[in-house]
Structures are given as C-alpha cells and as structure tokens.
Nanobody, 115 residues
C-alpha cells in the first residue's frame, strides 16, 4: 500500500507561482510514474504533467513552459513548480503514483488563481 500526501496549494494572484509537493510513503521504493492531474468543478480529472522513473516527462500543452515537474526518487517525492499562473489553472490538483499492478491517488489540493 502506498499513501500520497500533497501540499502546497493555495490562493495566488495571476502571474504568481506555487509549488506543489507529493510525498509517497509505504511500499514506494520503485514507483514507475508519478504525476499531477487537475479537475475543474463539473469536469473530469485531466493530466497536467507526469514524470517517469527514467526522468522522462510529459506535459499537457497548456502548461508547457510554465510548469515544471521534478522528482526526488530518494524521497519518493514529486514536485510541480507552477509559474505564470492563470485563472484557468484554478482546479483541485491530484497526485498520482502508478505502475504495473498499482495505481494510487492523493486526496487533492486546491489551487486558486484570482485577483
């Protein structure tokens, strides 16, 4: 069993920055992929960014150049540095850790971008 604990959400003005963190505990010694997803009210949960154990990354087009995902394998922690935030980035952000035979989600953290 793996537990994911997210932190770093909050309220920020447009153009501001936030950094989300997601720490994995439990049997998390070799997680294949860790990523961030977000969900707007009334919508489905969509991929924002993912990083694999190899270090390869994928981003949704709308955040490329503004968001950076990174991973500390020794700490089983994934980060999402979010810069130049826009009101449309407002959502609940969820951490995900998955691989062959497992798929875990965090509880979500609210990010609100508003003036």
């Amino acid at each position: 069993q793996v537990q994911l604990v997210e932190s770093g959400g909050g309220l920020v003005h447009p153009g501001g920055s936030l950094r989300l963190s997601c720490a994995a505990s439990g049997s998390a010694s070799s997680i294949y992929a860790m990523g961030w997803y977000r969900r707007d009210p009334g919508k489905q949960r969509d991929l924002v960014a993912v990083i694999f154990s190899s270090g390869n990354t994928n981003y949704v087009a709308s955040v490329k150049g503004r968001f950076t995902i990174s991973r500390d394998n020794a700490k089983n922690t994934v980060y999402l540095q979010m810069n130049s935030l826009k009101p449309e980035d407002t959502a609940v952000y969820y951490c995900r850790a998955y691989g062959s035979g497992y798929d875990y989600w965090g509880q979500g953290t609210q990010v609100t971008v508003s003036s």
